[in-house]
């Protein structure tokens, strides 16, 4: 089915990103849309299903952050259907991919969209993600981090912070109410060790949602305490 639509995959990530596809990475993108397509019908993976949404919604929408990446390992919490870990991989193959998620079944279908995309160096954790930042093999690890339609930013920096490495940047995906949740955040960035670096605003065009990424750098260590208990980050952000 998405081979039919590789021509605007080619010319979205183009118009959007500033890359050129290859073949390899153009097949990976198909099939992962087919597989996306095919698996949600069981397990529920996203309400968008138009292939052209997903081109715009889901692929373009992930791979954007490929502009603001740095270093090798990259983490994605609350990955879902695999957004944006499973296309930025694809983008960037040399990138360490860590998808994590709470619900089995998903990690279950993504275990399957690495083996046949024959995706190297990514790999799926099951855990809370709570549970994943008091991890000590996964605590202070990451270059980049990231998490899509997860939470509010105050909640998110409780989750991304304590896995990042100082110096590390934090991707928080937005839309239109990307400056009022910064502005909620402030006193959660003194918490957890972070200082806002910048926001970036991008257009996909026209009936697609204004989209924002927020960047947050780790600035200094982030205290033990965080994050909390599992559930208490969204029951009481810090503010």
Not at 52 to 61: A, C, G, Q, W, Y
Not at 213 to 228: D, E, G, H, N, W
């Amino acid at each position: 089915m998405f081979d039919e639509h590789a021509s605007l995959i080619k010319g979205l990530t183009y118009e959007h990103i500033g890359l050129k596809l290859t073949e390899v990475q153009l097949t990976q993108l198909c099939r992962f849309g087919d597989l996306l397509l095919e698996w949600n019908e069981q397990l529920n993976l996203t309400r968008i299903i138009e292939p052209k949404e997903v081109i715009l919604k889901h692929f373009i929408d992930s791979m954007v952050l490929s502009k603001f990446i740095e270093g090798k390992s990259f983490a994605d919490l609350g990955t879902g259907a695999g957004f944006p870990g499973i296309p930025l991989k694809i983008l960037r193959p040399d990138l360490k991919v860590v998808l994590l998620d709470s619900l089995k079944k998903r990690l279950d279908f993504l275990d399957i969209v690495i083996e046949e995309l024959a995706l190297q160096g990514i790999k799926t954790v099951h855990a809370r993600i709570e549970d994943f930042g008091r991890d000590g093999r996964f605590r202070g690890s990451f270059d980049t981090v990231s998490s899509r339609a997860v939470a509010r930013l105050p909640v998110l920096l409780e989750y991304a912070l304590p896995v990042l490495k100082v110096n590390g940047l934090f991707l928080a995906p937005k839309g239109l109410q990307a400056e009022e949740e910064l502005a909620e955040s402030q006193k959660a960035l003194s918490v957890v060790g972070g200082k806002f670096e910048d926001i970036i605003h991008f257009n996909f065009g026209e009936g697609v949602e204004h989209r924002a990424v927020i960047l947050i750098r780790k600035i200094q260590q982030t205290a033990s305490i965080y994050p909390r208990q599992a559930g208490t980050p969204a029951k009481k952000p810090i503010k």
